[in-house]
């Protein structure tokens, strides 16, 4: 079975600084989707970022991005220029390419303070 | 395009009692799928529907069930309360099919049971 694991319950940043939340996960598949997802006090969760397993090439999205170790099994993301909108609960998340259904597996959540 | 809806918004049951929480998906998509937000467990995946069909389900008890309609909507049903099953209950949307893999998350039903 699939597992992700995000070690870090809470983080702090200073406004305007970089952040990076770790995620690890453990899958024997070899075609998969990972994700963050944000989910700020309104309870919508919000997609970030998406990471397909077969791309190498890391992720962006503005001021967000990911660092993809597909061997380390690590997914970690960076948040750049960090501002008081970003404070929120994030989630790692992980989707089996191989299976016909959604199903998303998620890891436990970082809650992310902004400190002005 | 409306975005995916999920009623109630807030419920509170007593324990013994049943509940029945709907959601609406996109316009479009087939799929929709519930998780379990506590704050012990975290995310947990309940069940996937699409075209009426369960495409997969969850390690929860009988108690919990889904159904899905033509329209895609979708209702999921939990029968004599427990104080545990207080969660947040999110629905997602997805199209359901291709290598279209971004799921639309609702705002969620809080359930409090009591």
């Known amino acids: 079975a699939q597992t992700v694991t995000q070690s870090q319950p809470e983080m702090s940043v200073q406004e305007a600084e970089t952040v990076t939340l770790s995620c690890t996960y453990d899958?024997?598949?070899?075609?998969?989707?990972l994700f963050w997802y944000k989910q700020p006090p309104s309870r919508q969760m919000i997609l970030v970022i998406r990471?397909?397993?077969?791309?190498?090439q890391n992720a962006t999205e503005n001021r967000f991005s990911v660092n993809f170790q597909k061997a380390a099994k690590s997914f970690s993301l960076k948040i750049s220029d960090s501002q008081l909108g970003d404070a929120a609960m994030y989630f790692c998340?992980?989707?089996?390419?191989?299976?016909?259904?959604?199903?998303?597996?998620f890891g436990k959540g970082t809650r992310l303070h902004i400190l002005p | 395009k409306a975005g995916v809806t999920q009623t109630p918004r807030y419920l509170i049951k007593t324990r013994g009692q049943q509940v029945t929480l709907s959601c609406s998906p996109i316009s479009g998509h087939r799929s929709v799928s519930w998780y379990q937000q506590t704050p012990g467990q975290g995310l947990q995946f309940l069940f996937e529907?699409?075209?009426?069909?369960?495409?997969n389900k969850g390690n929860f008890p009988g108690r919990f069930s889904g159904r899905q309609f033509s329209n895609s909507r979708s209702e999921m049903n939990v029968s004599t309360l427990e104080l545990g099953d207080s969660a947040l209950y999110l629905c997602?949307?997805?199209?359901?099919?291709?290598?279209?893999?971004?799921?639309?998350f609702g705002q969620g039903t809080r359930l409090t049971v009591v």
């Open positions: 990471q397909e397993a077969y791309k190498q």
């Open positions: 997602a949307s997805s199209p359901g099919q291709g290598r279209t893999t971004e799921a639309f």
């Open positions: 529907y699409f075209s009426e069909t369960q495409r």
């Open positions: 899958t024997s598949e070899s075609d998969y989707y």
């Open positions: 998340a992980y989707r089996s390419g191989m299976n016909r259904d959604d199903k998303i597996i």
